[in-house]
């Protein structure tokens, strides 16, 4: 076996993978174990590896609808349709652990899940911010053996929809709400397992010229008002893609599932979920600033306080919820004990403060949970009385970001922080009226 590379010499080395792999190596060029060591020594730069015995490869299920929009079953209890979506039930992760299951994850599709197969599925990277600028016609080609190969980080990050309780922008705030009706239930928190795309993006050849880096996804192309928009995309800044964003081929310890972005799809830790690409397929790297309609007509604040072009979203605000049914049945006059939780794009979660009627009150956080993406807590009420009583939850972030009362307007009726006003029917048990 030949001596490991040093980072320098992987460098050095980087454009050599780059061209062996497209094709266009002259003379010995790079070999495959050569190009194995590179990426390994690559991702030293950035992380220290991690080690795991491999996980078998699943294939894209057969024998399912192409037309349906969503593959896995969609239960009434885990989770409620909405168009080509699902958002998660809140009362199916009572009692659960920190992760979502992967039965109950929201599922975003713009259009319908793709049937890929993983042994055809290539990873392609061009764009001018690359050394030797490869073409889409003729990128640099990863397979996700090649891929699974490299050094692996597994991560507990959330992805949350920008969308995240639009539906309260009408029901709290008498404002206008078009797209998607979310409730607070696109959100979730999954292991996921991958290499670094940095990582990648370093092998491929990255220069230091290079500006931003724009995934795309395999999904169908996306037409709106009648103009076919391409497949998805959406850029993010070179700095961003060599920070903590992963290309995840796992979720909570197994093979991608379909609707979740099968085979492989990028993961962005706090950022708007349109960030991380689903079922990515080529990656641009651009030495320009690079512009897709994801970044420019959607996932862009329009509206009172914004500048006429928008303000493009990245990080997600400060979000809280009842793990509890929407106008919930619930004893009078015995003690229970509510649970939620709370999170937010700019970091851990500092404190929770909970309102059932009588002010606000600090509630008690599950400790395993400091630090992370999100924060379990809970706090114990007794409703007084039968009959209507509404719940609020309120937290702060380590930035001293507050949940306010009324969540900024916006056109495209983005990124709603307020406290919910979560309605409750308490009941007297023995006498079974409210």
């Not at 192409?66 to 989770?79: E, H």
Request: proline share 9%.
């Amino acid at each position: 076996m030949s001596q490991s590379p040093s980072p320098a010499e992987a460098i050095h080395d980087a454009d050599r993978s780059r061209q062996w792999l497209a094709g266009q190596a002259h003379g010995p060029g790079v070999d495959r174990d050569r190009l194995l060591e590179v990426g390994a020594a690559m991702a030293a730069v950035t992380a220290a590896a991690a080690e795991r015995e491999p996980v078998a490869v699943a294939s894209a299920p057969v024998g399912v609808d192409p037309g349906a929009p969503i593959v896995k079953p969609l239960p009434a209890d885990l989770l409620r349709p909405l168009d080509t979506n699902a958002e998660m039930r809140w009362p199916s992760m009572a009692g659960q652990g920190y992760v979502v299951p992967i039965d109950r994850f929201f599922v975003r599709n713009h259009t319908v899940t793709p049937h890929l197969d993983a042994a055809t599925w290539r990873l392609r990277l061009f764009g001018d911010g690359l050394r030797g600028a490869p073409t889409r016609d003729n990128p640099v080609e990863f397979d996700l053996d090649e891929l699974r190969r490299l050094p692996a980080e597994e991560h507990a990050a959330l992805l949350e929809c920008a969308g995240n309780g639009r539906r309260y922008f009408a029901e709290q705030q008498d404002e206008p709400t078009p797209g998607v009706a979310w409730g607070l239930g696109s959100v979730g928190v999954a292991r996921w397992r991958g290499v670094r795309l940095g990582t990648v993006l370093r092998l491929a050849g990255l220069r230091d010229e290079a500006v931003d880096v724009m995934p795309e996804g395999l999904d169908p192309d996306y037409v709106s008002g009648g103009v076919n928009l391409g497949r998805v995309r959406r850029p993010m800044p070179v700095a961003k893609a060599l920070d903590d964003v992963l290309l995840a081929y796992e979720m909570n310890g197994e093979p991608l599932p379909p609707d979740h972005g099968f085979p492989v799809r990028v993961v962005v830790p706090g950022w708007v979920g349109i960030s991380s690409i689903k079922w990515v397929g080529a990656i641009e790297v651009s030495t320009t600033p690079l512009f897709s309609p994801w970044n420019t007509q959607f996932y862009r604040m329009f509206g009172p306080g914004h500048p006429a072009d928008g303000t493009v979203l990245t990080a997600q605000p400060v979000r809280s919820a009842f793990e509890l049914p929407w106008d919930a049945r619930v004893p009078a006059g015995e003690e229970m004990l509510l649970t939620g939780r709370s999170w937010s794009g700019n970091g851990p979660i500092a404190h929770v403060e909970v309102d059932t009627g009588d002010g606000w009150r600090s509630a008690d956080l599950v400790a395993a949970d400091r630090g992370g993406a999100w924060q379990r807590w809970t706090v114990r009420w007794c409703p007084p009385a039968a009959g209507r009583h509404v719940l609020r939850a309120r937290a702060t972030d380590c930035t001293g970001a507050v949940q306010p009362d009324r969540a900024a307007p916006n056109d495209l009726a983005y990124l709603f922080d307020a406290v919910v006003a979560h309605p409750v029917t308490a009941c007297w048990p023995q006498l079974r009226w409210c």
